[in-house]
C-alpha cells in the first residue's frame, strides 16, 4: 500500500470516529460526574477560583470549559449558598440547571476538546504503530482505535477519563522515542507531556515509576545513550555512553531534564502560582493547589472522610476492591477482535522474542493493569482505559502478518488475509452498531448491552446519561407521568419529564422516607429505573427493585433505563399517609387493607404538621408510636393521638418490629371546621415598606381577604397563635412564639418549598424565626389541605417594642421567595401577621 492510500484511509477513520462522537453526544444527558467538573473548570477560566474539591487536578476541567467563554451570560453560581463550600455536587446543580438556562449547548461545547483529544490520541497510535509495524500495522491499530465503543465512549465526555488516557500514552510515546533516539528535541516533549499527565488524574502518578523503569531498562541494553540537539552523538567509550555507567549517566541527565520541565508544565497549568501547601508548608512550592487537591483525594481514599463506594461485580454488591474486577471488566467489555489480536501479537512477540523496540509497549499496560488489581475503585472499565492504547498499538504488530505481500497472497495465505478482513469487519460493527450507546458497549460473551448490566453497572452502562432518551421515549408513548428512579444528576424537568421520583441514589428529590414506592406491590403505571438500582447498588436496602429486578422489562432506553407497565389489582383508588413510618417497613398483610395497589402516599411530621388530602378516596394513616404529636394538632390526628374523625385503628408492627396504628379516615371535615372558627380574628396585611411606624401594619398596610396566595404553589386560609405560648399578650427576650398555618395546595410543582415565620423589630432586624416544611411537597394535588406549626424563639438580646411577624414562601436551592398575588399582581414576597409586644 502506498503512503498515500495509508494517509487518506488513517483520515477517513479519524473523520468517523469524530462524526460518531459529535453525533451521539447529542443525545446524551450529562453523566454523574460532569456537570460538577464542567463547573469547576469555568470557574478556573472566569475566575481564577480552584476551591472547589473533587478529586482531580485542574487541566482538562479547564480545556472542557474554555469553549463556553465564547457563550456570552454563562453564570456562576456565585451567590448561592452552595458556593462557599467546596463539594462540587451542588455547585454543579446550580451552575447547569438554574443561574443558567442552556444546559444542553453548555454540556455540548465542554464535551468538544475531549473530541480532540481523542483524535489526538489516535494519530498518535497510528503514528507509533506505523513506526513498529509499518503502514498496514498502523492502519489496523487505528481501526481498532478509531471505532473501539469505549474510546468512543469517553472520549465524547466532559471527563477526565480519556483525555488522561491520550497524554499518558502519548508521554510513554515520547519517552520511547528518547530512550531509542536520544535526543534533546525528544526529552523536551516527553518533560511537556509528562507535566500534562500529571495535570489530569492523580492515577497518573504510577507512570512516573513505569518512566523510571524504562529508563533504568535503558541503561542495560548494549546500545550507546548520549544526549545530543537532534540524535545520537559521536561513538566513544566512558561518559559518552558507550558503557552502561555511562549510559546511566546520560539518562539520569535526561530523566532530570524531564523532570524539571514536567514540573514547570504543571506549574503553567496552574497559571503559575506560588505559595504554601495549605496547611502542611510553611514555605512557598510552585503550584500548591495541586498538592492540595491531592491530599484532599488523598485523605477521602484512606477512608478519613466519607464512604467507599459501593461496587458491583455479577450479581454481588460490596464495598471496596476485588482483584477479579478489572479483569473481568476487560474481557467482557473489550471488544472480541480487539483481545484475538491482542493475543496473535503475545504469540508473535514470545515466538520471535520480544524485541527492545516493543518493551515500552509492554511494560506500561502490564504494570498499570496489575495495579489496578490492588484498587478499591472498582467503578468502571474507564478506570483500566490507559491500557487500551497499547493494546492497539501491539495488536498492530498483526497487521503485516496477516497482510502479507500481496504478490505472495497463494494458497494458506488467502487463509490470514480472509481472517483479519472478518476481523477488522467485526471491530467496525462492533463500533457502530451499538451507536449512539457507547458507554453501555458489552461484548458478545457478555450477552451484548441487553445482557451487561447483569455483570457490571455503574459507569461501565448507567451513568445517568439517558435522561434525554427517557425524554424521547415518554413523549413518543404519551405518559403523562412516569415514576422514575435516577441515577444521575440531571434534572428530569429540563428535559420537559413529569415524574413521580422514587428511592434513588444520589437521593436529591428528598428523603427515602417520603418515596411512594411499596417495593413487594408497586402502584401501578409507568416506571422507569437505571440499571444500578435494579442491582440495588448504593440504596439503604438493595432489594428496593427486588421486583422489577425478577422480570422482563417493557423496554429500555439506552440499555440503562428500564421500563415497566405495572398493571393495577384490587378495586378504585386508596389514599395513604404516613407519618414517621418508611413505607417499605409496612407488612404486606397491613397495606393488603388498601384493598388495592392503586395508591397515592403522602408523607408528613405529625410532631409539626398535618396533611388533609383532596379527594372522595378512602383514606388511611399509618402512624408510628413514637411520634410526639404537636398540641397545636389537637383534633385533627385519629383517636388514641389527639382526635379526629377517624375510625378506631389497628395496632400493628412494622417489619422492624416498630410499633405503629393504621386507620382509616379523613381530617378534612375537621380542618376546615377549624379554618373557619380561626380565620376571622387571624387579620393578614400587606405591606411592602420595610420600615415600621407605632401603630402598623394596621395604619400602613392593607388588609387582605382570604385566601392569601403565594406563587402558583399554595394558599393561606389562615393562622392561629397558641395561647400556651407567651402568645399575642408579650414575649420575653429567649421566649418561644407557637403558631400554626392552615394551608391550600393551589398547584402542585416540582421545586423544592421551606415556609418562613420571622420576628422584625421596628428596623425591620431579624430578631428570631424558623423556616422549615414538614409534608411532603412533591407529592401534593391540587386542593389537598395542610397545616404547619412553627415554634419562633426570640432572641435573648431583642429589645422592648412592638414585632412584625412576616411569613413567606421560599426555594431553599436557589432562595428565591414565592411572590404574594394581590388583585392580579405579584408586588410582595411576604406577608404580615399580628404584631406581637416584646417586655
Same mark, same amino acid.
Given at each position: ?174 519517552? %520511547? ?53 537532534? #540524535? ?28 524539571? +520541565? ?6 503553567? +497549568? ?29 485523605? @477521602? ?6 464512604? *467507599? ?5 455479577? =450479581? ?34 514470545? @515466538? ?60 494458506? @495465505? ?14 467496525? %460493527? ?16 457478555? #450477552?451484548?448491552?441487553?445482557?451487561? %448490566? ?14 434525554? #432518551? ?15 428512579? !435516577?441515577?444521575? *444528576? ?45 442491582? #440495588? ?23 440503562? $433505563?428500564? $421500563? ?7 378495586? =378504585? ?40 388530602? *383532596? ?129 391550600? +395546595? ?19 432586624? !431579624? ?38 411577624? *412576616? ?14 398575588? %394581590? ?6 414576597? @411576604? ?9
Amino acid at each position: 500500500m502506498s503512503k498515500g492510500k495509508a494517509t487518506f484511509l488513517a483520515a477517513l477513520l479519524l473523520c468517523t470516529t469524530f462524526g460518531l462522537q459529535v453525533m451521539s453526544a447529542r443525545l446524551k444527558a450529562p453523566t454523574y460526574d460532569e456537570q460538577g467538573y464542567i463547573a469547576r473548570g469555568y470557574a478556573w477560566v472566569k475566575l481564577g477560583d480552584l476551591h472547589i474539591r473533587i478529586g482531580t487536578p485542574i487541566l482538562l476541567n479547564a480545556l472542557n470549559a474554555l469553549p463556553l467563554l465564547a457563550l456570552p451570560g454563562v453564570r456562576l453560581p456565585v451567590d448561592s449558598p452552595s458556593w462557599s463550600a467546596t463539594d462540587f455536587h451542588p455547585i454543579g446543580q446550580q451552575f447547569m440547571w438554574h443561574v443558567n438556562d442552556n444546559a444542553d449547548q453548555i454540556l455540548f461545547l465542554a464535551r468538544v476538546p475531549t473530541m480532540w483529544l481523542t483524535l489526538l490520541l489516535a494519530v498518535f497510535v497510528y503514528r507509533w504503530a506505523r513506526e513498529l509495524f509499518g503502514l498496514w500495522g498502523g492502519l489496523l491499530a487505528l481501526t481498532l482505535c478509531a471505532l473501539d465503543p469505549n474510546i468512543i465512549a469517553h472520549g465524547r465526555l466532559a471527563t477526565t477519563d480519556l483525555g488522561s488516557t491520550a497524554l499518558l500514552f502519548i508521554t510513554i510515546y515520547w519517552t %520511547w522515542k528518547l530512550l531509542r533516539f536520544p535526543s534533546w528535541l525528544h526529552a523536551l516533549p516527553t518533560g511537556v507531556f509528562f507535566g500534562l499527565a500529571q495535570a489530569t488524574k492523580f492515577s497518573a502518578l504510577l507512570f512516573g515509576p513505569i518512566v523510571a523503569l524504562l529508563f533504568l531498562w535503558r541503561a542495560f541494553v548494549p546500545l550507546r545513550y548520549t544526549l545530543s540537539l537532534l #540524535g545520537p552523538g559521536p561513538p566513544g567509550d566512558g561518559p559518552t555512553g558507550q558503557r552502561w555507567l555511562g549510559r546511566l549517566w546520560w539518562l539520569g541527565v535526561a530523566g532530570a531534564f524531564v523532570v524539571v +520541565v514536567a514540573y514547570l508544565t504543571l506549574w503553567a +497549568v496552574y497559571g503559575f502560582q506560588v505559595g504554601p501547601i495549605d496547611g502542611v508548608t510553611s514555605f512557598p512550592v510552585l503550584a500548591p493547589a495541586h498538592f492540595e487537591q491531592f491530599l484532599d483525594v488523598s485523605g @477521602r481514599l484512606s477512608g478519613k472522610e466519607g464512604r *467507599e463506594a459501593q461496587a458491583f461485580l455479577m =450479581g454481588q454488591l460490596y464495598v471496596g476492591g476485588r482483584w477479579q474486577y478489572f479483569p473481568m471488566a476487560f474481557a467482557l467489555k473489550t471488544p472480541i477482535p480487539t483481545l484475538i489480536f491482542l493475543a496473535g501479537a503475545l504469540l508473535l512477540s514470545l @515466538r520471535r522474542r520480544v524485541g527492545a523496540s516493543t518493551w515500552a509497549l509492554w511494560l506500561p499496560p502490564l504494570v498499570f493493569f496489575a495495579f489496578s488489581l490492588t484498587s478499591r475503585l472498582n467503578l468502571g472499565y474507564r478506570y483500566i482505559l490507559p491500557v487500551l492504547p497499547f493494546v492497539f498499538v501491539l495488536a498492530g504488530r498483526m497487521g503485516p502478518w496477516l497482510a502479507g505481500d500481496p504478490g505472495r497472497l497463494r494458497g494458506g @495465505r488467502r487463509t490470514p488475509l480472509a481472517a483479519v478482513c472478518v476481523l477488522v469487519g467485526w471491530s467496525a %460493527w462492533s463500533g457502530l452498531a451499538i451507536y449512539p450507546h457507547y458507554l453501555a458497549f458489552f461484548n458478545e460473551w457478555a #450477552g451484548g448491552p441487553d445482557d451487561g %448490566w447483569r455483570y457490571l453497572v455503574d459507569s461501565n452502562i448507567d451513568w445517568g446519561q439517558d435522561l434525554k #432518551g427517557l425524554a424521547r421515549w415518554v413523549d413518543l408513548h404519551g405518559v403523562e407521568q412516569i415514576k422514575l428512579g !435516577y441515577l444521575g *444528576e440531571a434534572y428530569p424537568s429540563y428535559y420537559g419529564i413529569d415524574f413521580e421520583p422514587l428511592p434513588s441514589w444520589p437521593d436529591r428529590w428528598g428523603h427515602h422516607l417520603y418515596r411512594a414506592l411499596y417495593p413487594p406491590d408497586p402502584a401501578p403505571g409507568y416506571y422507569a429505573i437505571s440499571a444500578n438500582l435494579i442491582q #440495588g447498588r448504593n440504596l439503604p436496602d438493595p432489594d428496593t427493585y427486588l421486583w422489577f429486578r425478577q422480570r422482563e422489562p417493557a423496554d429500555k432506553i439506552g440499555y440503562s $433505563i428500564f $421500563i415497566y407497565n405495572v398493571p393495577a389489582h384490587g378495586t =378504585g383508588r386508596a389514599t395513604l399517609f404516613l407519618s414517621g413510618v418508611h413505607l417499605s417497613d409496612v407488612r404486606p398483610q397491613d397495606y393488603a387493607r388498601l384493598g388495592t395497589n392503586d395508591a397515592r402516599v403522602v408523607w408528613f411530621d405529625a410532631g409539626r404538621a398535618v396533611v388533609a388530602p *383532596e379527594g372522595s378516596d378512602p383514606v388511611f394513616l399509618i402512624f408510628a408510636d413514637d411520634v410526639p404529636v404537636h398540641p397545636m394538632l389537637d383534633g385533627l390526628l385519629p383517636p388514641g393521638k389527639t382526635g379526629g374523625s377517624f375510625q378506631p385503628c389497628a395496632p400493628s408492627t412494622t417489619r422492624n418490629e416498630r410499633a405503629f396504628r393504621m386507620c382509616e379516615g379523613s381530617p378534612r371535615g375537621p380542618f376546615m371546621a377549624r379554618v373557619e372558627a380561626v380565620a376571622q380574628d387571624a387579620p393578614v396585611w400587606h405591606m411592602p415598606a420595610s420600615q415600621f411606624m407605632p401603630g402598623d401594619p394596621a395604619n400602613h398596610g392593607r388588609r387582605l381577604s382570604y385566601p392569601v396566595r403565594f406563587g402558583d404553589r399554595v394558599e393561606l386560609l389562615a393562622y392561629q397563635v397558641d395561647p400556651r405560648s407567651s402568645g399575642r399578650t408579650a414575649l420575653r427576650p429567649g421566649d418561644t412564639l407557637t403558631l400554626i398555618t392552615y394551608w391550600r +395546595v393551589y398547584e402542585p410543582g416540582r421545586d423544592p418549598l421551606k415556609l418562613f415565620v420571622h420576628l422584625l423589630d421596628p428596623d425591620s432586624t !431579624y430578631q428570631g424565626g424558623e423556616d422549615r416544611l414538614d409534608v411532603w411537597y412533591e407529592n401534593w394535588q391540587a386542593e389537598d389541605l395542610f397545616a404547619q406549626v412553627q415554634e419562633v424563639t426570640l432572641n435573648t438580646d431583642a429589645a422592648p417594642g412592638e414585632y412584625q411577624v *412576616e411569613i413567606g414562601w421560599y426555594n431553599p436551592e436557589t432562595m428565591q421567595r414565592l411572590q404574594v398575588l %394581590w388583585d392580579g399582581a405579584a408586588s410582595i414576597d @411576604r406577608v404580615l401577621l399580628d404584631p406581637v409586644q416584646v417586655r
